[in-house]
């Protein structure tokens, strides 16, 4: 894939986000890519290839939203960068000549989104790469419930430290009706911290993490190995 | 390695590859070069490191054909590059302007292939690095026997999420004299599908893969783990 | 990092040196930075994020020394940089101006190591991060030590291979009063060879490494899981 973004756009600078996302685990990259996009410069190219549907019916997608432009499979992985998008434009992409030929049918990364990613990136207009697209693949986020003195939320993403992120986020928080004493997971209570390090070694807290996220850690360790975590888990702050 | 490149080119594009070829398994590394090179652009330098016999008498190499350039050690790792071939030119690197010195015995990479490299790229004329080399190590492909109604391959490479690329190309399959209805494999008789999700989550099948060879998958999971594939396994298309 | 990097300053080549550390492993990191910062070029900002108590009161520090700038957490990973250097400088970070905000209590790396470097590679002066640092937090190198006929030294670092890196390095060696005729660790009595294909495929073996330090290696194996090596482990040279 970088060569041929090369290839078209010799002057790219390309930034590998993760490897780390499991096999087709939509889910988690709709949130790594929500995540991360804050910290890149004004209009970068995000192109992702977490995309266990390719070479099926399938439509390949590139959006513009939070200034910055998206290009990827139809199948959820923008949910979280468009759900809270003040505004966004989506095209499907069909413009035959901005894509490597032949496309084969598994590894569309290096022949589609590679490439529409690369004219983009060179100044090639979203119109151009096809017609717009009303009704792209949305995926929910796990729900997040809170009452006046608890909330309840699940783990959506597991680190490669083994941190288990959730789907609760620091705007719900401030929504309780008074300073929460525990985060409850796994049948474990777990003290709210700031960092890592107010805990002993080997201890579980959570904290808010950098993204602004309820995060389960342990301090020096793995909370998903230590706690038995997975995306789906629940986590209740009460 | 970069930081050589970047001392002796500064504006070097540099590209990981893959840093999944097990330890000295040169066979992978011949066939992952020789699979991508097409995806990148005119010219590019490409720097092999696959290299068990540093600091041994084997030589390093230093090779023009299909419009790049290629630097690493003489063991094999050239091979799928250069067998199919209409011209190739291979010198031997003794220039030792072009090395980093002093030249340790245990990283050849750092010491020679990089900055080589990096000096082909700065347009350092590939007759400057040594004299011609006429018998470079070559290893074989594994064999591939065409009947008319059966090929019989092995397969070449195992990649990160346990596909099983095989020595078994699309011409050969042209070569057979019928449409072939089943690969079969570690005593499993696959089916021959276009993209993975032709079958349910976590069933095997066979595929062309993006680089053209018959790939031995599952859709959502390892075929290598799965089947218990390994390199060298036999595989037979009817 | 890579996007708060390249949003302020958009030329930056970055080089990932490692992703290997093991987590918080604070003397590794000491280890891998000294041995690889000749390798790259002169003025090289290198950030370093092993970082075990990011949020609590530890300091960030930048550091001018061996021709490089060296921005990172105040817990001794630029020990071994600057316990052997000529002259120093070393700052605190204390310039808001420089740091992403809001500054997260988890990710220093991102808030302030990849900013400070970014505004250091684009020319800002290391005076302009902070106050003078007179105590930085120093961790001592494992000690070596040399006898007549012997050398005590420990195992600092595995690489990713297995092999194990030791604290004894050549100047160590040209003390000796005779020549060394085996390496002991792990109750095992080692050949000191120049590379690894001196020895048969699977056996044991120490030589210099391309760092100028002792290694423990395995011909086309793991010396750590075949002996059973981790940092700390005791080593002689006799």
Redesign the interface.
Known sequence: ????V??IE?GA???DITHDIA??DIGSAAFVLDA?RD???PA?VFVVVVD?????ARRALAVRTHGHLFVGPDNGVFSYVMDNAADREVREVTNGELL?HPV????HG??IFAPVGAHLAAGVSLESVGPPCGDPVMIARPGVTVSGSAIHGRVVYIDR?GNALTSIDRSALERLTRTPSSVEIAAASLPLC?????RPAGQPLA????AGFL?IAV???SAARQLGLRPGAEVVVK
């Open positions: 894939m970088k060569g041929v090369l290839g010799p600078g390309i930034v096999q087709g991360c910290s890149f410069p970068t266990p549907g390719v070479g099926s490597r084969s049918a598994t590894f290096r022949d430290f700031r960092y890592y390090q107010e904290l808010i993490d950098s995060e301090n020096g360790g």
